[in-house]
């Protein structure tokens, strides 16, 4: 009797296991795979003078045009444009492993341009370290976490910190010469870098990570 209730208890262990392997692999499938993906961004925030100047501009316009999506985003740098990620913790662990393992990059901003869908920005000449940290994030989240990149994260990214988008035509040919009329030139060694998330028609910053100090 008690090799027959050993040998049922085997069975229903095992049964179990099954039971049990079966519902990881089900999770795999639909929960995980089913995670809400969001869109994220890694920025490096601005915080002296330079980030003043671009609120200041923002606010003027904000008075004389009124409100616009393209007036809301916190001055920054963008080292990652905006992607799809399911696990956003990971994402943000990793960011932070990078932020302690190097220390910041020297960022100039000098004149005023224009993309063609209308964002004005302050220029951000391309350096070496700035660039190797870009791209080692680009291609680091492509090769742990799939991210393909897109077309502009090439050799052709174009660092710049966005004043804002979105004025009526006019007056974004009236501003845009007007601030390429001023002699404008900052410096910064920023502080941190943050996980940014697209919520609604804004980003949120989600995650502040501090740079490797000296």
């Known amino acids: 009797m008690t090799q027959f209730i050993a040998k049922t208890a085997r069975i229903f262990e095992r049964i179990g296991l099954i039971f049990i392997g079966v519902a990881r692999r089900l999770r795999r499938r639909f929960v995980e795979k089913g995670q809400q993906a969001l869109t994220v961004a890694i920025v490096m925030p601005l915080t002296g003078p330079a980030a003043n100047w671009l609120q200041s501009i923002k606010f003027d316009w904000l008075r004389l045009y009124g409100v616009s999506r393209g007036l809301e985003a916190a001055p920054h740098v963008t080292l990652k444009m905006g992607c799809k990620v399911r696990d956003l913790e990971a994402i943000a662990q990793y960011m932070a492993q990078i932020a302690a393992q190097n220390t910041a990059p020297l960022i100039k901003m ?105």
């Open 110 to 214: 000098q004149d005023v341009g224009r993309f063609d869908d209308g964002v004005m920005f302050l220029d951000v000449p391309t350096t070496e370290p700035l660039d190797t940290l870009r791209r080692r994030i680009v291609a680091d989240l492509r090769n742990n976490f799939g991210i393909i990149p897109e077309e502009l994260e090439g050799d052709t990214f174009h660092f710049h910190a966005t004043i804002g988008f979105g004025l009526p035509p006019a007056a974004c040919d009236v501003e845009y010469q007007r601030l390429r009329a001023d002699d404008i030139t900052f410096s910064e060694v920023p502080s941190a870098m943050e996980l940014w998330v697209h919520v609604g028609a804004n980003w949120a910053p989600y995650h502040h990570a501090q740079f490797k100090t000296q």
